[in-house]
């Protein structure tokens, strides 16, 4: 594994690839890593496609490596990064993956699928390689962000899972320098100790969080309808909060929420949303015990 800290980004020359790239650098710079800019090349690709009846595979490569160079030089020089670059064979998605692992990537930065677009959908590549990395993956849909991240939104239900991403949260926030702003949905007004609970959870992370020296606000979202509105719901409330950068999610076991965040009708909530998703695998950081929650 590389001793070299590094953010992965996967490129398809794309504008949405682009300015994940963009957004990299500037988390790259805060936290002193470097980029590998990742291009991996499919046989059914465009550039395949293009070049099968004048031009073999290798020279494919080749222009694809100058083209990746280029951009790589470009970007470098405006940030400051420094930025590698390299060539995979293979499918998208578990090549990205691969890659990440090989070369112990502590953060995937993404655009989403530009070919998702008429599906209405995140994409195959983008919603497998939020499920299978381990590393946190934050995919970017958007075509216009700030440089940095004013605000972190940190949607919280009851389970156990859920509440592992405040640790997570904390770090991202100290880089940036960002508050955090922490949110429950409440759709069932009638049951008392449903928000009793939620009330009692935001209470303590609202104090676990602004003890570790970061500004928080914490709220209960009312909702008339059912569980299966708190997905909009919440990004409706990002989006009306107008400083909210990065939104934090669990990828897996976070009942209530990924559940439903990983079907059809929530990818096209989280491929349509203007703000970016932070992504993060359960194992990767620990569950809180301090103050019981």
Known sequence: MSEIKNILVPI???????????QATHVAKLLK???MLLYVHEETGIFSKIFSDSKGEEKILEILQLKLDEIASGYSSKSGVLIKTMLGKGKVQSKIVEIAEMIDSQLIIMGTNSEAEAKKTIGANTHK?????????????????ENGCRSILLPLDLTIETRQKVTKAIEMAKIFGATIKVVSALWSKKDKEIIDKLKKQLNMVHSYIEERGVVCHSEIIESTE????????????????????????MTQKEVGFIDYFMDSNAQEVIRTSEIPVMCIAPKEIGIIQSKGF
């Not at 390689?129 to 962000?145: E, F």
């Open 12 to 22: 398809d020359f794309n504008q949405k690839s682009l300015i994940a790239l963009e």
């Open 33 to 35: 890593y470097d980029i």
């Open 129 to 145: 390689v939020i499920r299978w990395a381990k590393c946190p993956v934050i995919t970017i849909n958007g075509l216009h962000h």
């Open 226 to 249: 059912d569980e299966k509105t708190m997905i909009p719901i919440i990004l409706n409330y990002a989006a009306e909060q107008g400083d909210v950068d990065l939104i934090m999610i």
